[in-house]
């Protein structure tokens, strides 16, 4: 059993920044990959970064360039730093872990889910 909670979120203007941390409780959290999520009021939820156990990182096409996802395995988080942040940002953001061999950008097949953080960006 893995437990994710998520901390970071707040409101912040339009260009400003932010970064979300996820501590992950688990044995092989080093094992997982751990991706961040978001979902808008109304929206679906969608993917937004990923990093494998060996550090591969991926990210939507939507921020790419403005996020970054990375971890830290001895203290078992993973953080994602938030650049010139945009109104259309705004969400909560979950974190998630994956434990299988193959992870999917769909919300489907992860295992595990925080319970989210507020992030507003004011224009």
């Known amino acids: 059993q893995v437990q994710l909670v998520e901390s970071g979120g707040g409101l912040v203007q339009a260009g400003g920044s932010l970064r979300l941390s996820c501590a992950a409780s688990g044995r092989s959290y080093s094992s997982y990959t751990m991706g961040w999520f978001r979902q808008a009021p109304g929206k679906e939820r969608e993917f937004v970064a990923a990093i494998t156990w060996s550090d591969r990182t991926y990210y939507s096409d939507s921020v790419k360039g403005r996020f970054t996802i990375s971890r830290d395995n001895a203290k078992n988080t993973v953080y994602l730093q938030m650049n010139s942040l945009k109104p259309e940002d705004t969400a909560v953001y979950y974190c998630?872990?994956?434990?299988?061999?193959?992870?999917?950008?769909?919300?489907?097949?992860?295992?595990?889910w925080g319970q989210g953080t507020q992030v507003t960006v004011s224009s």
């Open positions: 998630a872990a994956d434990q299988g061999s193959t992870w999917s950008r769909s919300r489907l097949g992860w295992d595990y």
